[in-house]
């Protein structure tokens, strides 16, 4: 199996897609229903589209291309614009671009100092408060809102619901769990657990712009 045939079929897993589903999307995609029939440009187009829809790499072979004292924050500022449809191009290189344009600095693993980093870090987590009303720095007195994977998991809940607030929160509690392994309490949540809410939420985010543009 190809490098990109076995891509496309761990995507399916990944999204929990049904043969039927699956095979709809790729014909959506590229007119053809099975991927083994299509040409490699066919199956890059269409791994480019599920990586826009939020896949991943496989555990253990995470990117190999940011480096650096500050790449792990930076990566997740990014993602989480991702997943608040804020970046089309969730990869690297684009964050990379962003780096270069805020600093004049190449590369992550040239970010040595706390004063460039936090240029660009500040410029992402601004765009994301004025942009999606990401609440960095404020709880409003809720104590699971510490983490900063729960206040993108809350702004991406209001882009979906806008009447949502945070005393009549409606479904949200119960989305949020069926997304974490860890139950119970949303103050009990780890930062892996608002991960995996962040993905689906941005995935759902972006399929609903996808059906807009299509209507």
Same mark, same amino acid.
């Given at each position: ?12 897993k990944?999204?929990?897609l049904?043969d ?6 790729l ?6 229903t ?12 269409v ?6 829809e ?36 969730? #990869?690297?290189a684009?964050?990379? $671009? ?5 600093? =004049?600095? !190449?590369?992550?693993? *040239?970010? +040595?100092? @706390?004063?460039?980093?936090?240029k ?8 994301l ?6 609440m960095?720095?404020?709880?409003n007195?809720?104590?699971w ?12 809940? #209001?882009?979906?619901?806008?009447? $949502?607030?945070?005393l009549?929160?409606? =479904?949200? !509690?119960?989305?949020? *769990?069926? +997304?974490? @392994? ?9 930062a ?24």
């Amino acid at each position: 199996m190809t490098s990109s045939l076995a891509s496309l079929h761990i995507a399916k897993k990944q999204f929990g897609l049904d043969d039927e589903t699956y095979r709809a999307k790729l014909a959506h995609i590229t007119g053809k229903t099975s991927a083994r029939d299509m040409t490699e440009a066919e199956r890059q187009t269409v791994l480019s589209a599920f990586h826009n829809e939020g896949f991943t790499p496989p555990a253990g072979k995470p990117s190999k291309v940011l480096v650096g004292r500050y790449a792990k924050k930076l990566q997740a500022l990014w993602i989480a614009a991702h997943n608040l449809d804020l970046v089309r191009d969730r #990869r690297d290189a684009a964050l990379l $671009a962003f780096v270069k344009r805020q600093t =004049g600095i !190449d590369h992550t693993r *040239f970010l +040595h100092y @706390a004063d460039d980093a936090a240029k660009v870090i500040e410029a992402l987590k601004g765009w994301l408060k004025r942009e999606a009303s990401v609440m960095y720095g404020n709880t409003n007195g809720q104590d699971w809102l510490r983490l900063d994977g729960a206040k993108v998991a809350w702004a991406q809940w #209001r882009i979906l619901h806008p009447k $949502a607030t945070l005393l009549d929160r409606g =479904g949200f !509690d119960t989305e949020v *769990f069926s +997304h974490s @392994a860890t139950k119970g309490m949303l103050t009990q949540l780890t930062a892996k657990d608002w991960q995996s809410v962040n993905n689906a939420f941005g995935r759902r985010i972006r399929a609903r712009r996808t059906d807009e543009a299509a209507s």
